[in-house]
């Protein structure tokens, strides 16, 4: 297929041939100044997207996607409560278009305007985004149709509700499972509204995965509800939380009622696609104790295999097709490229027993800032983390990697027909015929 289905469409996603290469820009958006540095976290603005769009996107371009995600400002959208600002979104949407590059819509990335008073603990948060989210489709209606209504709810909720980083700074379970539920609430309602304007929109719910295990006993229940919460959000706006379900009584525990978590199952949201965000260096958690007897959670550097491992278990779990929305490694174009040919090839397996894993997105696209800038004092360049196929420099200018011809290679190969020849990806410059890999089993 040479562009990406519509909902009445979406049988096609796992027709043999089609599969899709995909790319997309860090777009964390954070508008709070932290209280001691005054820094704000808008990556857009860190890395000089907003002055380099043009080049950007020229770029994406160049590698031969077919789509790629992209997130919009909302905090610059709509800077007021009644003011819009469509400038930056018909500039950049409107040129991914012209390069015929279907936009995966982005449409809240973790940060809210500043209008916003509490962010998520906003009881007007869900209307507020359902508006946003329905004008944005109301402007793109019959050329975009892919949208996600919010990017990682999970960690989402982790850093605004239980690690208190992010508006509106709870610090406690209970703060985690509040903004969980306000989430939650938002996107069925962006579902609800963005359904009204184009019946054909789909909807690419992305979430972090995470693995969580341990050898220790006295652990082994904490993995366990752990690994229960990676699914929670998914769960609940799918209507999956009901009595019975492994964190009913833990929801109910830390501030939930039954009435809220009722009300999901009696509206649940179909998931016809889902985005999986992995990374070697963070998605693998070791539960265990340190010297002193400290619970620490370890995060060990993975393989391949860890994809085939959370590709099962979604699969298995919710029976729709998968799409890697984030993958990576950090550090040198070496390791790199270890990563991106272990989980192409852990991709291409997949699909071979049969898993729907109907796209790969190397994110991002370039370096991004950590996100400990926004409460460090160190300059923009030492907080670069390399994790894209082009580099940043201390000037913020895009320097190539090798990885830019892999992966236009890697797109390029699946545009064309199956078992079409592909350049080399392996660090021992190893043919590998990932086309014809990637069109089996479906």
């Known amino acids: 297929m040479r562009h990406l289905p519509n909902k009445s469409q979406l049988s096609q996603l796992t027709s043999p041939n089609a599969f899709w290469w995909s790319t997309g820009i860090e777009d964390t958006f954070i508008t709070s100044p932290h209280p001691k540095t005054g820094r704000t976290l808008d990556e857009y603005e860190l890395t000089g997207h907003y002055n380099r769009w043009a080049e950007d996107l020229a770029l994406m371009s160049s590698l031969g996607v077919r789509a790629a995600r992209y997130g919009v400002p909302w905090h610059r959208i709509q800077p007021e409560r009644r003011r819009w600002d469509w400038s930056f979104a018909d500039q950049t949407l409107e040129r991914m278009l012209e390069f015929g590059i ?119 229940g904490e993995a366990e509800l752990r690994q229960d919460i990676v699914f929670l959000a998914l769960d609940l706006m799918s209507g999956r939380v009901k009595t019975g379900h ?35 260096m963070f998605t693998l958690k070791r539960l265990v104790r340190d010297e002193d007897g400290r619970f620490r959670i370890r995060m060990p550097y993975a393989r391949g295999e860890l994809i085939a491992r959370l590709a099962h278990m979604y699969h298995q779990r919710y029976g729709c097709p998968l799409m890697i929305s984030e993958t990576a490694s950090m550090g040198t174009v070496s390791r790199r490229r270890v990563w991106l040919d272990q989980s192409v090839e852990a991709v291409a397996q997949l699909r071979k027993q049969g898993v729907p894993l109907v796209g790969y997105t190397w994110w991002p696209m370039f370096a991004l800032v950590t996100w400990a800038y926004r409460q460090g004092h160190r300059p923009i360049a030492a907080h670069l983390a390399q994790m ?50 990637l069109s089996c089993g479906l």
């Open 102 to 220: 279907e936009p995966q819509v982005d449409l809240v990335h973790y940060g809210l305007p500043a209008w916003i008073e509490g962010a998520f603990a906003h009881p007007d948060y869900p209307a507020y985004v359902a508006e946003y989210a329905s004008r944005i489709a109301e402007r793109f209606r019959g050329k975009i149709t892919w949208y996600t209504p919010l990017n990682e709810p999970r960690i989402t909720a982790w850093y605004c509700g239980r690690l208190g980083w992010w508006p509106p700074f709870r610090r406690s379970w209970s703060g985690f499972v509040a903004v969980m539920l306000s989430i939650c609430r938002g996107i069925i309602q962006t579902v609800r509204a963005l359904e009204r304007v184009d019946p054909e929109i789909v909807f690419y719910h992305v979430d972090a995965t995470d693995l969580f295990e341990t050898d220790d006993p006295q652990l082994r």
């Open 246 to 280: 492994a964190l009913w009584t833990w929801l109910l525990k830390h501030g939930a009622n039954v009435k809220e978590l009722e009300s999901f199952h009696r509206d649940p949201v179909e998931l016809r696609v889902i985005g999986l965000n992995l990374y070697p």
């Open 388 to 437: 894209g196929l082009w580099d940043l420099d201390e000037r913020l200018d895009r320097t190539p990697t090798s990885l830019v011809d892999t992966y236009r290679q890697l797109a390029k190969g699946t545009a064309g027909a199956p078992g079409s020849p592909l350049g080399l990806l392996a660090e021992n410059r190893r043919q590998l015929d990932v086309p014809q890999l």
